[in-house]
């Protein structure tokens, strides 16, 4: 049975991927962050930078925001990184972000090695 790659993250990995290929790695995360919105941009993928996002405790809204690098589509939380290995503490963060958010999709784009690392993460909230 054949895989279906989802276009919608399959574009943004593109944009990742594109945005590697052109500085490689060596740069610190502001500068794939800023890069990596030029390229989405380029691409024509709606996304906002950093959008604060609510957190709930018991019905009450949190004063503290979480910050995603960017959610594309309206649909995709999307987290760089550019370190030299990721760890599971780093994919926790995305599942934070699904979990407060009520998104179901995830993608860490990791700059720090000589390709770009990705990981697609789906979250259920039914579970």
């Known amino acids: 049975m054949e895989e279906k790659r989802d276009p919608e993250t399959?574009?943004?990995i593109g944009a990742g991927m594109a945005v590697h290929c052109r500085l490689g790695s060596g740069f610190l995360e502001p500068v794939y962050h800023e890069s990596l919105g030029i390229e989405l941009e380029i691409l024509g993928i709606?996304?906002?930078s950093e959008p604060p996002l609510t957190i709930r405790?018991?019905?009450r809204v949190l004063e503290k925001k979480y910050q995603p690098d960017?959610?594309?589509y309206e649909?995709?939380?999307v987290e760089l990184k550019a370190l030299s290995q990721l760890t599971e503490k780093h994919v926790s963060q995305v599942l934070n972000y699904l979990k407060c958010t009520g998104l179901t999709r995830g993608l860490f784009l990791n700059f720090g090695g000589d390709s770009l690392e990705y990981r697609h993460i789906v979250f259920n909230h039914s579970s």
């Open 70 to 72: 960017y959610i594309c």
């Open 46 to 48: 709606p996304n906002q």
């Open 10 to 12: 399959y574009a943004i």
């Open 75 to 77: 649909t995709v939380i």
């Open 57 to 59: 405790y018991r019905d």
